[in-house]
């Protein structure tokens, strides 16, 4: 690299990156040739696109195919009021020309899949993980292992927070650290268990800060290191990680060599949800039109509402009949659940209510329904105009 | 001779017990997968621990196997998806 990659106004921009000795103009002119792919421009890639951008790293790619809502601007500072309805990719974009126009956005409105994360991954250096869901997080490990690219990882949870870098050479992965996923319902998103919002800004600057460590080959990274943060007690937990030798991705010998159905492996879609219930009632799964079509004709299943009751508040089935007991509460109260009468459980998505669906089960009530979809499916399919959260 | 260890729960895992910190006696010789099946024994809300969780003993990833000590801390390291 010679100084002639940097302009003279790059030169100006980055006067105080260039001072660093562990920088200088080589080191900025590695960020510059540096291409870094984001994925999410939520919570985590806020702070994220916009302290690479700010940096100088030339290329930043973003996968995101959702659209700014109002909810989100207590965390996603990268998105404005006015941005409120546009998609995601083109109010990142705009803020991050104006962060910096000598940055290239690349623009990747998808939702990744397994069909074509290798194809988009393959084109950067490193891929910093700020996805919102266990299947994604699958997804992008696997992809980052099989081609060999570091992965960034960030995620964030209420009041705490987890950082590491994976799938560096020799070091371990996100599967060698959580081999299976977390049955459904145990792990609310952020939308149903909440976040608050400098956490991501916390978080995401973390792995900002270890993305740019990378490209300039400086410091001692986070991989095979797993940082948890705690905002409550305002404590960072530094936990030693190793490549499991077993890992089916980055094993000694892997048994999965190419990427999989990640919301099977996740348990989130598939025939299987009465698994793990030994003995107990199977769980039905009731979309939110055959709910409609089964109270219209008068056999009115006890419907049950696990959520919080900040949410009951927004909006709710009670004209319906419905009743609330947040999941946390549900053991305490199980006696309010009539027994020998058809259950139907729903919370915001679906996630909630089949955990209570399956603890209902065993607890010997039945016959069970989980509503496919939560209430937004029933706000989406049979009550249009209903407000959700 | 039995092995008294702490063990530490974070995020969901704290939200879901209800409970941070418990003080679980093992038998001499017991391994992170003793204490594992010794928690989803107890039952809800315990059963919902998968059986093979991330733990990390005395601050250090362990594997199933590993084997513990009197007075050890083993850290139930929750996944955490949000972004
Ligand atoms: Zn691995």
Not at chain 1, 138 to 165: I, M, T
Not at chain 1, 347 to 374: D, K, T, Y
Request: net charge negative; hydrophobic share 40%; charged share 20%.
């Amino acid at each position: 690299m010679t100084r002639s990659d940097l302009s003279q106004a790059e030169l100006h921009r980055y006067a105080r990156h260039i001072a660093l000795p562990e920088v200088g103009l080589e080191g900025q002119a590695r960020l510059k040739a540096g291409k870094v792919l984001c994925v999410g421009a939520g919570g985590l890639g806020s702070p994220l696109s916009l302290y690479l951008a700010a940096a100088g790293v030339g290329t930043l790619g973003i996968v995101d195919f959702d659209t700014v809502d109002t909810s989100n601007l207590q965390r996603q500072i990268l998105h404005g009021t006015e941005d409120v309805g546009r998609s995601k990719l083109d109010s990142a974009a705009d803020r991050l020309r104006s962060v910096n126009p000598h940055v290239e956005v690349i623009r990747h409105e998808v939702r990744l899949s397994a069909q074509n994360a290798c194809d988009i991954l393959s084109g950067y250096d490193v891929v910093v993980d700020g996805t919102d869901n266990f299947p994604t997080r699958y997804l992008v490990n696997d992809a980052c292992v099989l081609l060999g690219k570091p992965n960034v990882y960030g995620s964030v949870f209420r009041w705490e927070g987890q950082v590491s870098v994976f799938g560096t050479k020799g070091g371990p992965c996100y599967r060698c650290l959580f081999r299976e996923p977390p049955p459904p319902g145990l792990v609310p998103n952020c939308a149903e268990g909440g976040v608050l919002g400098v956490l991501p800004g916390i978080i995401g600057s973390m792995q900002a800060m270890e993305t740019i460590k990378l490209l300039l080959g400086q410091g001692n990274s986070l991989a095979g290191r797993l940082l948890i943060f705690d905002a409550l007690e305002m404590t960072w937990r530094e936990v030693g990680l190793r490549r499991n030798p077993n890992c089916p991705v980055c094993g000694d010998t892997p048994t999965q060599t190419g990427l999989i159905d990640y919301e099977l492996f996740c348990g989130i879609r598939g025939d299987d949800d009465a698994r793990e219930v030994d003995g107990a009632a199977p769980i039905g799964r009731m979309t939110a039109a055959a709910l409609a079509e089964t109270m219209s004709g008068g056999h009115a299943p006890f419907l049950l509402d696990v959520r919080e009751p900040w949410e009951w508040a927004v909006s709710n089935l009670a004209g319906h009949g419905a009743r609330l007991i947040p999941l946390a509460e549900l053991e305490a109260r199980i006696g309010e659940v009539p027994r020998g009468r058809p259950i139907v459980v729903y919370c915001r998505s679906g996630q909630r209510s089949l955990n209570a669906a399956r603890r209902l089960a065993v607890a010997g009530f039945g016959p069970i329904s989980n509503l496919e979809g939560g209430i937004l499916s029933w706000a989406q399919d049979v009550e249009p105009g209903l407000p959700v959260v | 001779m039995s092995v008294p260890v702490r063990t530490l729960f974070f995020a969901a895992y704290r939200d879901h017990f209800g409970v941070s910190e418990l003080d679980v006696e093992l038998a001499a010789g017991a391994t992170v997968a003793d204490l594992v099946s010794e928690l989803r024994g107890r039952g809800a809300p315990f059963d919902v621990l998968p059986a093979e969780p991330a733990v990390a003993v005395n601050h250090h990833y362990a594997f199933l196997d590993e084997p513990l000590g009197a007075g050890d801390e083993v850290a139930f390291i929750p996944p955490v998806a949000g972004g």
